[in-house]
């Protein structure tokens, strides 16, 4: 029986969700071909319709989530408080694939990093644009330094095995977070000089 286009195309969404969310809970290494296509509800002998490999499907995978960001928050205490919440940090296979992956991309082929990497950016340059300073090179430090501060903590506070510190690492990490944005109101981007063309300082050059 023949499967339609739009058949295809649900069952590769399937595949991808799966893929995403076992991903993030047990790691690329610890998850088969077999352990997506069960999850998805299809059988093994089918992934190769959809993907040439399990590289192939890994970078998909994180290409996926990456067009699947929230959309544009509206300042760092709203991140922060979403971002360092307990029910994030519990949520491994819903979370951030940044906090739940990043420490396995080096190994990664080039497809799968550079994806990340897209993603990586996508997240500078959100959090560029509520950020404080008088020019791009400010906001960006600042979203570098925010996203590493929000990333770092949600890893150690899924470290360790003692609740209470798990929890301090949080509270704490977005207590200065909050303190630092309240204390730094953001500054509104210059106007091109005459005569200059205006340019994104963020372009990422991979598909959004």
């Excluded at 080039?110 to 959100?126: G, N, P």
């Excluded at 470290?159 to 510190?165: A, E, G, K, R, S």
């Excluded at 106007?191 to 050059?205: C, G, I, M, Y």
């Amino acid at each position: 029986m023949r499967v339609s286009r739009q058949q295809v195309e649900e069952n590769k969404r399937t595949i991808l969700e799966a893929a995403g969310r076992l991903f993030r809970e047990r790691g690329f290494d610890a998850v088969t071909v077999t352990d997506v296509m069960k999850s998805a509800g299809l059988t093994h002998g089918g992934f190769y319709g959809y993907f040439e490999s399990k590289d192939d499907l890994i970078a998909q995978t994180l290409a996926e989530l990456r067009g699947n960001a929230e959309p544009q928050p509206a300042d760092l205490a709203t991140v922060a408080r979403r971002y360092l919440s307990p029910e994030h940090r519990d949520d491994f296979g819903h979370g951030c694939p940044l906090a739940a992956l990043g420490s396995e991309m080096s190994r990664q082929p080039r497809a799968a990093r550079a994806e990340m990497t897209a993603f990586l950016e996508r997240q500078f340059l959100r959090l560029a644009k509520i950020a404080p300073g008088l020019d791009d090179d400010e906001r960006r430090r600042a979203a570098i330094g925010n996203s590493a501060a929000m990333i770092g903590a949600l890893i150690l506070s899924r470290m360790t095995d003692d609740p209470q510190l798990s929890d301090e690492i949080l509270n704490e990490t977005r207590a200065w977070l909050t303190a630092t944005d309240q204390n730094n109101e953001a500054a509104p981007l210059p106007e091109p000089k005459t005569n200059e063309k205006a340019q994104d300082h963020f372009t990422v050059s991979s598909r959004q």
